[in-house]
């Protein structure tokens, strides 16, 4: 009988908790969808504006001091996406003035073309949305945390339309390893809620169109060889990305001196060498890839410009751009290995992806969303490859590492992401 007493009250116990999880999971996701949906808007209208008026593009300079005045004058710091990832750990707070400073911050990059992307600032503003949430109905710390998890996937759904892919990337980006479960429905609500907002706004989810080929041998041995060759790129790329701003700051100590001299350069190596289409987030440059191709070193370029503003201090994030630098060598890659063009490119944006975040069921179902499930093992084995060789580097330091990627033998306890800013 005692243990009949039990079980009744641990059910209604997660019922209750079912019940609270629910509503305060459809709130965040409600009021975060509402601030993706209007960042969404902020950033079409920006680059709209930039592709009508061309000479926005050197204006950068000037968003730039701008940019550096808001942060200083205010007293944001530089974490940006790792303080959203500590806050998650309850290791750390959101400020809520961070919310508009990242909005206006990536909103100025993004009308004058830095090279920066979209998907940093929307963890940022989710995650200080959840945060102020957290604040506001005076809840406990872990409940807290998952609130700024919930704001972060709602924010990330809004703007990409990709419901699956966002409540598990932020579900994965805690820990490489291991998943916390107890923010497994608050996510998931918070997501599909927000993505139901932005439909309520007219916002359409980004979607393409590749062939659904057939899954042999010889074609999985290209995916691998796409995958791998993604990796090295994956690293090199959260290398410099880490190391830039470092080496930016011994270089330059002022911070407007900096972040001025870094939108000089952004736009007159786009101009002087005609890649003004590397300017911007790179979705373009995605589409592109996808479809007609782009110029054979449009990578290379991205990938240059993409370091440089990120180093120099100006908003936005790295997987946009990542994603760009990705399908850019992929649509080269496929001729190379007598893999379709597109596929090629949609699979190195994959592994592209997977490489720098180590999320490899978010990248599966980004895949899935993006390409409405064509190629789906293809898709699967690329991701299982970037992840696999990308090692311990990642765009975020703030990761840890629970179990080893390829060595059971070392499944023994937490360690590092390698930090190449200490290096």
Known sequence: MNKFISLIKDCSEDFVGFLRLSFLSAL???????????????????????????????????????????????????????????????????????????????TLTQLCGGSAGREGAALQLGGGVGGVIGRLLKVDAPTSSILVMCGM?????????????????????ECIGVIRYTAFLPCVFSSVIASATAGLFRIES????????????????????????CSAVSIAFCAAIHSGHRAAERVLKNAYVRIAVGGILVVAIASVFGYENCLGAGMNIVEDSLGDGVPAFTF????????????????GGEIVPAFAIGSSLGCVLGPILGLDPSISAGVAMISMFCGV?????????????????????????????????????????TQSILFSKTSPSKDNGISDIYDMSEM
Not at 45 to 72: C, D, K, M, V
Not at 156 to 172: I, Q
Not at 211 to 224: A, G, K, N, Y
Request: hydrophobic share 55%.
């Open 153 to 173: 996937s709602a924010c990330f759904s809004a703007l990409f339309g990709t419901p699956l892919s966002a409540a598990a990337f932020v579900l994965e980006l």
């Open 28 to 106: 965040t996701g409600g009021v975060a969808g509402v601030v993706g949906c209007l960042f969404h808007y902020a950033l079409s209208l920006s680059s709209s504006a930039r592709e009508s008026y061309p000479f926005f593009i050197f204006l950068l300079p000037i968003a730039g001091l701008t940019i550096a005045f808001i942060y200083r004058r205010q007293g944001g710091g530089t974490a940006g996406t790792d303080l959203v990832i500590m806050a998650a750990k309850e290791k750390a707070e959101v400020p809520g003035k961070m919310v508009p400073m990242i909005f206006a911050g990536t």
């Open 300 to 315: 290379i370029v991205k990938f240059i410009l993409t370091v440089i503003t990120v180093s120099v201090g100006f908003r």
């Open 357 to 397: 975040t180590n999320c490899p069921l978010a990248s599966i179902f980004l895949a899935a969303e993006l390409f409405d499930f064509a190629s789906p093992v293809l898709f699967a084995v690329a991701a299982s490859v970037g992840y696999a060789l990308s090692g311990r580097f990642s765009l975020y330091s």
């Open 206 to 229: 980004e979607r393409f169109i590749i062939p659904d080929v057939r899954t042999d041998i010889p074609t999985l041995i290209r995916v691998i060889l796409v995958a791998g060759i």
